[in-house]
């Protein structure tokens, strides 16, 4: 895999903010699994927790959310406190991320 230089930063950001996330939604006790397998066109980086995860429809909520971001903002998330999303949208969209 090759990064290109001028992302470098806002990647590794994208990575500890997802690790972070991981770390504090999950129990203290359990681990926090990171992989990272290359694909045709990139690298699948998964984080793997124990938080308190969501359910299909939250998930499809939040995809859609962050697909078609028109007014998103961190008022848009006052329902949810899980900010994570929120720092990680703009980041994630720089790099094409699902």
Known sequence: MTVVGA?????VHLIAELVDNATTYSPPTAQVETYGNPTVEGVIV?????????????RAE???????????????????PRLGM????????????D
């Open 62 to 80: 939040a995809n859609e959310l962050l697909c078609n971001p028109t007014d998103f903002d961190v008022t848009t998330l006052t329902a949810d």
């Open 86 to 97: 929120f720092v990680v949208w703009p980041r994630g969209t720089t790099f094409r991320c």
């Open 7 to 11: 992302v470098v930063a806002d990647l």
């Open 46 to 58: 998964e984080v793997e927790d124990q938080g308190i995860g969501m359910s299909e429809a939250e």
